[in-house]
């Protein structure tokens, strides 16, 4: 429906607005409604509809900080190319929060629904890591799996601004109608250019597990890695604060975005008020338009210099280092293996590169190819994750073990974010990311075990994660756009 739309163009921001200065996002909602009802009678057989405007000038994080609704989600692309703020929910595939997904199932119930769609619709969400065991009460609105299409948002796409509406079969005649038009009054129609980024202060912290704890289980890996029970674990640790006062959900997205706006993906997904699982993680699970899909390995860590001299000495060493080569090649390694058996063609970086972020740096191989015809994008996912990176290897052995040792389940940490489109997905490693429930914030941080891994160093990189996370909530500084 996207190209019979007629063009409606708030005003836009000036460059030197001020907070209170806004710009009027919406369509009238009498226009919406009629083009909603005319894409239902002339599509009898779609699922779904959507209906895009134009609405140039808009901060997609201060349309998605303007909403009091207990259903949001924000992700932005690595590249920064394509960013969607939403609101509501038009429709919902999840699961309960025991149970291992059905990979296939879900994706099936998705297409199913995207099949005659608009083909800039998305459903946004992601799955649990492993949900092998019980996990947190405070992950339980989240499921093993939950992906949501948006009722309504804000698209960024190579810099042009949409607002969209999205409607499903369900939604025709008029009670469902009234019931979009009664969630359109609730969307705030005016939206402030700047983005109030203040936070409230994080009192108390509790480590799960301590510090000696985490070095007797780092020992506990290499021994079992000595007697051969598998060569690579990843071991997990979570830190929990308070805040001293309700967070506000996009005030904390605000300011990851201050400090990791390149290299990184930045998302969001609040399932209910209260609740929200939020991050920027660097790492790509895959990305997959038709045939083509990009994968990469991302492993080995160095923190960054405070000088440029420094940083390059560190960068020199993480290149060179033989545990952190080691550490990477068992990820490239179980990528490229996967990459050969689905695809017929595979292309991959003739070098090991860095990716830099602001307080680590990361080696990467990035990886491309095109998949044989009728595999899937759930074959895809069921050969990749968990990749060695989030997990272990082999990934049979390390995860039973992990299982078993870890002190805590992880929830969607480390699990696969992302959207999944008509016939297009993209998935991010849910790692650099926080878990806030009410008053509470739950951050995570893993370090890949090895041969050669000390347990001191190891604590030490988990910390250096964490500070990315943490450096953010403990600025004074406030960010205007």
């Not at 985490?214 to 890996?221: N, P």
């Not at 006062?245 to 290299?263: E, I, Y």
């Not at 008509?422 to 990311?433: K, N, P, T, Y």
Request: glycine share 10%; with cysteine; net charge neutral.
């Amino acid at each position: 429906m996207g190209e019979s739309i007629r063009k409606l163009r708030p005003p836009s921001c000036s460059a030197d607005a001020g907070k209170t200065a806004g710009v009027n996002v919406l369509p009238s909602k009498q226009f919406l409604l009629d083009v909603l009802r005319q894409a239902f009678d002339q599509l009898p057989d779609a699922a779904s509809v959507r209906v895009e405007t134009p609405a140039p000038g808009v901060n997609a994080r201060a349309w998605f900080a303007a909403q009091d609704a207990p259903v949001r989600s924000y992700w932005r692309s690595r590249d920064g190319a394509f960013e969607a703020a939403t609101v509501g929910a038009a429709d919902t595939v999840g699961s309960p929060p025991a149970g291992r997904p059905d990979f296939s199932t879900v994706f099936s119930k998705i297409r199913a629904k995207l099949s005659c769609a608009h083909p800039a619709m998305r459903y946004y969400g992601g799955w649990a890591f492993d949900s092998a065991g019980p996990a947190d009460s405070a992950w339980g609105e989240f499921g093993t799996y939950r992906f949501v299409l948006p009722r309504f948002e804000v698209n960024i796409r190579h810099g042009s601004a949409i607002f969209a509406c999205n409607a499903c079969r369900t939604d025709a005649g008029t009670a469902g109608l009234a019931a979009v038009a009664d969630e359109f009054d609730q969307l705030s129609a005016a939206v402030s250019c700047g983005v109030d980024s203040r936070v409230p202060a994080l009192t108390r912290r509790q480590d799960v597990p301590m510090r000696r704890d985490w070095e007797r289980l780092v020992e506990r890996a290499l021994g079992a890695i000595q007697e051969g029970e598998f060569e690579k674990a990843v071991l997990a640790r979570q830190v929990t604060g308070v805040f001293s006062a309700l967070p506000d959900v996009s005030a904390l997205l605000d300011r990851l975005a201050l400090r990791n706006n390149h290299n990184t993906y930045l998302f969001a997904i609040q399932p209910a008020r209260g609740v929200a699982f939020l991050g920027a993680t660097p790492e790509r699970l895959y990305k997959k338009l038709g045939n083509y899909i990009k994968t990469e390995a991302l492993a080995g860590t160095r923190p960054r210099g405070v000088s440029a001299a420094a940083d390059e000495t560190l960068s020199r060493d993480l290149l060179h280092n033989d545990k952190e080569l080691r550490e990477h090649g068992i990820v490239a390694d179980r990528l490229r293996g996967v990459l050969d058996r689905m695809c017929c063609e595979v292309r991959a970086d003739k070098a090991l590169s860095l990716i830099r972020l602001h307080r680590c740096q990361h080696l990467v191989r990035r990886y491309e190819g095109v998949l044989e015809d009728g595999l899937s994008d759930a074959d895809v996912l069921a050969a990749l994750h968990p990749t060695p990176a989030v997990g272990g290897h082999p990934d049979g052995p390390a995860l039973q073990w992990l299982g078993e040792n870890e002190a805590f389940n992880r929830g969607w940490y480390a699990g696969p974010v992302g959207w999944i489109g008509h016939d297009a997905s993209e998935f991010a490693m849910g790692i650099r990311s926080g878990l806030v429930s009410g008053r509470n914030l739950t951050l995570y941080s893993g370090a890949g075990i090895v041969a050669g891994s000390a347990p001191g160093a190891e604590w030490d990189e988990t910390e250096s994660k964490l500070a990315a996370f943490l450096d953010v909530l403990t600025e004074n500084e406030q960010k205007t756009q």
